[in-house]
């Protein structure tokens, strides 16, 4: 079956701008991760939806980060004000969602620069 | 909060070398660990995950485990590398308490396999 996607593969965007990143899970999985890897570094935590909610959030650097999953499914992450220090490789993950098999899969990311 | 060592940043070995990449982890309490492995212009892809029981645990492409409790390490070994082996791999630990579901991340460790 298909994996997680990850739309656009690259985005490059101008400090101050808005840009949007969506992630389209595996059909079926209820929980929906996004973490952030910059250069030389593991992936680090930014959200995570448990269905439509927001189960945890506490990876959010700022006000500036915003991620939102209204029906469930496609989620998108919402970086207002970009600046320089955003650029990063933004991953997306999906598990099913029950802790005895929480295994996430990971979609191949958005590489994001911000001029 | 929990933490990921990743000591070796960048290891270079011939085929057919044994190999062993330490993690070790700072958490109190119980924990799921996982590796990841991430091979040239591919997306994270899990290797093997510990989440109870034995604590020596296999995983795909001859990759095996061990944890052990009283050091807080979860190392990866091979006992004959291949060329095909040369990836960045990702120690991850999730804790087991109910509501937790982030992983956290090593820094990595890049793996060269010579011919």
């Known amino acids: 079956g298909a994996g997680v996607s990850q739309t656009p593969s690259n985005k490059v965007t101008e400090k101050g701008k808005y840009v949007e990143l969506r992630c389209d899970p595996i059909s079926g999985h209820t929980a929906l991760y996004w973490y952030r890897q910059s250069l030389g570094q593991g992936p680090e935590f930014l959200i995570y939806?448990?269905?439509?909610?927001?189960?945890?959030d506490s990876g959010l650097p700022n006000d500036r980060f915003f991620a939102v999953r209204p029906e469930g499914s496609v989620s998108t992450l919402k970086i207002q004000r970009t600046e320089r220090g955003d650029s990063a490789v933004y991953l997306c993950a999906s598990s099913l969602g029950l802790r005895v098999s929480n295994t996430q899969y990971f979609g191949p990311g958005t590489r994001l620069t911000v001029l | 909060a929990q933490s990921v060592s990743q000591h070796n940043h960048h290891v270079i070995l011939s085929e057919a070398a044994s190999l062993e990449l330490g993690c070790n982890y700072s958490?109190?309490?119980?924990?799921?660990l996982f590796w990841y492995v991430q091979y040239p212009g591919q997306h994270l892809q899990l290797l093997l995950k510990y989440f109870s029981g034995d604590p020596l645990v296999k995983g795909i492409k001859g990759f095996e485990a061990e944890f052990i409790k009283s050091k807080f390490s979860f190392n990866l070994r091979k006992p004959s590398v291949q060329w095909s082996d040369t990836a960045e791999y990702f120690c991850?630990?999730?804790?087991?308490?109910?509501?937790?579901?982030?992983?956290?991340f090593g820094t990595g460790t890049r793996l060269t396999i010579i011919p």
């Open positions: 958490y109190g309490g119980t924990v799921n």
């Open positions: 991850a630990v999730n804790p087991t308490n109910f509501g937790n579901e982030k992983l956290t």
């Open positions: 939806f448990q269905g439509t909610g927001a189960a945890d």
